[in-house]
């Protein structure tokens, strides 16, 4: 069973095309990985898919359901419930690059509003898990904080706990560490290595190659709206087949030396 | 010496209509800022049709004088409907200051709701929260704290405003001023009343500030 595919996704903003033809499949417990220049669309796509932007045409499959089904921008052949529709979007957790917490609400409220509004979780439920989640991300003693006061890496975390709060089947992180003090970055991709051994299907945007390299089952290649590689991470960095990821590849290395 | 002792006679029946106008102006500034939640929330609804008559509401109120409004409810739409002939004056001042008041705060709701960032939009959707859960728990209660500034500097603009229902003879301070100044032929009655729309005005600015620096400690 595939937790996520999709069949030539396309999505333009005004004329400027932004996915072109994407078809992507992601199974169960796999951790994918997406990179690219700037620019190529990857946010879009993994956007696309939590239904924060409307794709023009293609398909999309959560669990081998279809939930999109375009051949236009406004209608949707699939004609789901409403509940089931939400349980299906329930499925996918989002991780932003700029966190997007809510900065009126503690760490632990922060948690647990969704747990009791949308999962209908008692108030002493949501507590619970949400000091687990706390526990898990290493901000226990962050509890009652507000997130404005927290480090870049500690919010980051707190978001992460807040997306596996609805108990998500995958996670989509776009760029979780890109807005983030290099020194920062470390303990963030710590909590997302401990997710992926857990066994949680992910599919994550990222500039951090190290990470693609040690956790990724997959990596995939996006630039100009279309996947140029898909390929498992021995095959992606050390014989790439593609001549723009070469290119990329080579660009990439050089910076970091 | 004699113009200050004439100035403390009148004082009672001076401070007997400011009652009204400081009644006045809270009952309609609350009335609209109940009223004015809606009016925002259906301006930046995705249907076309609610922010379009919403819209126009707004429109209408904003782009024509106070003082029109309330010659229009008090005179107009008792022809217009004899069923609304309202016979209350004090309740047309009412009724007219609560629906221009609300088109004013609807903006500034508005405004402070479009404000947020849109990532906190995004955020409650991708945790499965309705529009409404949304706009309840997480915009508006972030929002607000935005709109207390101007809302409260709308309230001592209406403080002022509402001498103008004087003019349909509903008994506030400058409708009370007025008649002073005519029955005793005295005009030195405008330097304590006046002075009493300062003290209020002085007041209220006093609490607000207050109110905004608590408000702003959070932020
Ligand atoms: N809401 C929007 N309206 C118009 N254009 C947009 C919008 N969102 C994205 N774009 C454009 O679509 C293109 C792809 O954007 P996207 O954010 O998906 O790229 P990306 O691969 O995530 O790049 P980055 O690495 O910079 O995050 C860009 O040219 C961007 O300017
Ligand atoms: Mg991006």
Known sequence: MSMIKTENLCKSFHSLEV???????????????????????K?????????????????????????????????????LPKAQRLAIMLELGMVFQRFNLFPHLTSLENIMIAQTQVRKRSEAQAREKALALLERVGLTDKADEYPNKMSGGQQQRLAIARALAMDPKVMLFDEPTSALDPELVGEVLDVMKDLAKDGITMVVVTHEMGFAKDVADRVIFMDDGMVLEDAPPSEF??????????????????KEQ | MDNLQKMLTWMPSLLKATEITLLLSILSTLTALFFSVFLALGKISKRKIISKLTGAYIFF???????????FIYYTLPQLLPAFNIKSRFFAAWLAFSLNIAAYLAEIIRAAIQSIDKGQFEAAKALGMSY???????????AYRRMIPPICNEFVMVLKDTSLVSIIAVVDLTYQTKMIASQRANSLVYIPAMLIYLVITAIFTFIFNKLEEKLSVYE
């Open chain 1, 237 to 254: 960095f050390t014989n790439p087949k593609n001549e723009r990821l070469r290119e990329f590849l080579r660009r990439i290395l050089t």
């Open chain 2, 61 to 71: 109120f904003r782009g024509t004088p106070l003082l029109m409004q309330l010659f």
């Open chain 1, 19 to 41: 996915l072109k033809n994407v078809s992507i499949t992601v199974e169960q417990g796999e951790v994918v990985c997406i990179v690219g220049p700037s620019g190529a669309g």
């Open chain 1, 43 to 79: 946010s879009t796509f993994l956007r696309a898919l939590n239904n924060l932007e409307t794709i023009n045409s293609g398909k999309i499959y959560i669990e081998d359901v279809l939930v999109e089904d375009r051949d236009n921008i406004l209608t949707n052949k699939v004609k």
């Open chain 2, 132 to 142: 409404s859960q949304t706009m309840r728990l997480i915009i508006i209660p972030q």
